[in-house]
């Protein structure tokens, strides 16, 4: 549980910062009477090369992070315990980052023990990765 609450604010980041580049332009609307058309990008596209925000974008984004919190906390009634520990980083210090929690997380560490026990019962093939599956 404590994994999840400190992916919380990273979260929160990457969700913000998705909003800004997914924005439609007027004129990729539909007209009246027809549907619009959803692109799903395929993994064959070349991916976009990391985007860097300005200052002025960054200070956006972390007063809107500090709007967020304060709704979500008039919404549940919850009060804010601690501000959001912001700090901007690439794709690369991003996934450096999710991988070192999940190595730490006491749930991946039980997860690979029960790994271990279902294979001893004969439950799982002994060359079987349950992680990957």
Request: contains cysteine; aromatic residues 8%.
């Amino acid at each position: 549980m404590q994994f999840f609450r400190s992916l919380l604010p990273l979260a929160l980041i990457l969700c913000i910062a998705s909003f800004g580049q997914t924005a439609e332009k007027p004129s990729d609307k539909p007209q009246s009477g027809q549907k619009s058309a959803v692109q799903i990008p395929t993994t064959t596209e070349k991916s976009k090369p990391d985007t860097h925000l300005t200052p002025a974008e960054a200070e956006e984004l972390f007063r809107s992070m500090d709007d967020i919190m304060k709704f979500c906390s008039q919404d549940t009634g919850l009060p804010i315990k601690s501000p959001i520990k912001r700090e901007l980083g690439n794709r690369d210090q991003v996934v450096q980052y999710i991988q070192q929690k999940m190595e730490d997380d006491p749930d991946t560490k039980r997860f690979e023990r029960t790994e271990i026990v279902l294979k001893k019962f004969g439950m799982l093939p002994l060359d079987f990765q349950l992680k990957p599956f």
